[in-house]
């Protein structure tokens, strides 16, 4: 008999979660999903779902109660009531990752204590602390909230002395690091995963590229080096090899001007910059994470083919329905959310363009330029 699967949020990750797990009959019977979105992306999909928000208690109790296993795919959840459910249902990753890895300060304690390469950064209690940092960093720094930050909503930048009091009153008392400003000259990612039992297995690197601090494409593999992938890719297996739990794990990381690499932050989920494995690997990530959590053989992370993820955002200057968006094109594949609404850079789709016969990213890069043109979102009036 299969296992009711239980997932703390139903946006387009659920979604593409459930859609995995409705090709696993034999493992998953039932999927619910507890989103406050009335028809959420992942019921659109046929998952059940309990409207509620992400940290209602009680609804995370009856999502337990109606579940054998429950994960989730947004990391703002709350460990305690999670941590309080563990008895009735299997939860992964486990709540003590995630109370870790979801305050940006402890995850990077964390980091640091096992070895692991991080910028630097600071504890900031008040703002002597903000200028105390800045003297030992230097301009420019980052003050980021500790927690809930998405999209670099989270971040701001202090360029000088000017920013400083503007920087601090912007997260209006919440906890806060300072952290130094890395120069890099690449944003990478690897893609980790490991079963109930410890088997662990890496996706290859992948190249990332942000603009207002939102991903826009994946690049797999990532233009780089040999020897910066084997630092990243050996970077990503300790950091996995030192992280509890079951489940897939995004983990982002900084190439720096003289090719070290620095870990920026680790999701306990799948990952935007992981989507090209929809068609790229034999294993998607989404069914790598159920094969994790479910206790299964990991699948192969073997890259096939060259791919380019490609993310659809809603137009910055607008909010509303939009024209629906279809792509027919040879080794195109799209994908879009469901989401009804567009809002200002808004993830609302992705399309991967995989390569054929041997093409190369630089060729593919061509082919995308062209096809970005046809993924524009249109408001509806
Ligand atoms: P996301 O939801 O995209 O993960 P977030 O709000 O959690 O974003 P971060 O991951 O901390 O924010 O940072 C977002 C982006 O800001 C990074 O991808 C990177 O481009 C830039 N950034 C973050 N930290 C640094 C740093 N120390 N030096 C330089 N750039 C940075
Ligand atoms: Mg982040």
New binding site residues.
Partial sequence: MGKILGIIGGGQLGMMITEAAKKMPEHISKIIVLDPTENCPAAQVGAEQIIADFKNKDAIVDLANKSDIITYEIESGDSDVLKSVEKNSEINPSPETLRIIQDKFLQKSFLLENNIPVPEFIKIKNIDDVKKGLKKFGYPALLKARRD????RGNFKINSQDDVQKAFDYFKGQNLLLEKFVPFCMEVSVIGSRNTKGQIKTYPLVENIHDDNILRETIAPARVTEEVTKKAEQIAEKTMAVLKGAGIFGI?MFVTQNDDVLI??I?PRVHNSGHHTLQSSETSQFEQHLRAILGLDLGSTKLIHNTIMYNILGIKSFEGKYAPITLSEPNVYLKMYGKQISKPLRKLGHFNLVAEHGETVEQLLKKLKILKEKVTIEPLH
């Fill in positions: 930050a998405y999209d670099g982002e920026n932050e999701a």
